[in-house]
T-cell receptor, first 112, second 117 residues
Framework: DAMVIQNPRYQVTQFGKPVTLSCSQT?????MYWYQQKSSQAPKLLFH???????NEADTPDNFQSRRPNTSFCFLDIRSPGLGDAAMYLC???????????FGPGTRLTVT | AQSVTQLDSQVPVFEEAPVELRCNYS??????LFWYVQYPNQGLQLLLK??????LVKGINGFEAEFNKSQTSFHLRKPSVHISDTAEYFC???????????????FGTGTLLAVQP
């Protein structure tokens, strides 16, 4: 089945230690999104790629970066995680012009 | 800017009873509206969406929602719930004019539907 895959599902990192979260898709969608969802809060868009074009939300901290080496993969890099970055990170995809987004299962990040 | 309010953080209901999950939004422009469901340890799944046309939208798993522009609401309903409907439900809006062909979703804080036997 076509899907959005996120690895790992659970990630523990130390304060200040760089961490990378991975997202891959078999849907061949040209748009990929990263959302952050803190406990009991709404998911919040961090940034997205339309093909290779990167679009950062104005309030996304500089500590968060992303890479998209090809259509299938997208990475979320957190350069120096703080305790406040502990959250569920959701990856989503969509076909450009189609407003339906397909979500992966998420990666729950714990910062110790 | 758009915002979404889901006033009920949790809705307990007995199996086979009807349920309504409330969603109100705020926007100065026309928006698209969505309901997503999140089962434990899973990603978000689209239940239904309103882009234009009929204000009554039918989705998967027997859910439906009605867009009410005057009340800026998009409440989700199901006439008879099952235990398997227990999940977190998120209402979301998007700005059709955001980023051309991409779609920024603004979510509410979610409503936990707890179906009891």
């Amino acid at each position: 089945d076509a899907m959005v895959i996120q690895n790992p599902r659970y990630q523990v990192t130390q304060f200040g230690k760089p961490v990378t979260l991975s997202c891959s898709q078999t849907l061949n969608h040209n748009v990929m999104y990263w959302y952050q969802q803190k406990s009991s809060q709404a998911p919040k868009l961090l940034f997205h790629y339309y093909d290779k074009d990167f679009n950062n939300e104005a309030d996304t901290p500089d500590n968060f970066q992303s890479r998209r080496p090809n259509t299938s993969f997208c990475f979320l890099d957190i350069r120096s995680p703080g305790l406040g970055d502990a959250a569920m990170y959701l990856c989503a995809t969509s076909r450009g012009g189609n407003y339906e987004q397909y979500f992966g299962p998420g990666t729950r990040l714990t910062v110790t | 800017a758009q915002s979404v309010t889901q006033l009920d953080s949790q809705v307990p209901v007995f199996e086979e009873a009807p349920v309504e999950l409330r969603c109100n939004y705020s926007s100065s422009v026309s928006v698209y509206l969505f309901w997503y469901v999140q089962y434990p340890n899973q990603g978000l799944q689209l239940l239904l969406k309103y882009l234009s046309g009929s204000t009554l939208v039918k989705g998967i798993n027997g859910f439906e929602a009605e867009f009410n522009k005057s009340q800026t609401s998009f409440h989700l309903r199901k006439p008879s719930v099952h235990i398997s409907d227990t999940a977190e439900y998120f209402c979301a809006v998007s700005d059709p004019n955001y980023g051309g062909a991409t779609n920024k979703l603004i979510f509410g804080t979610g409503t936990l539907l707890a179906v009891q036997p």
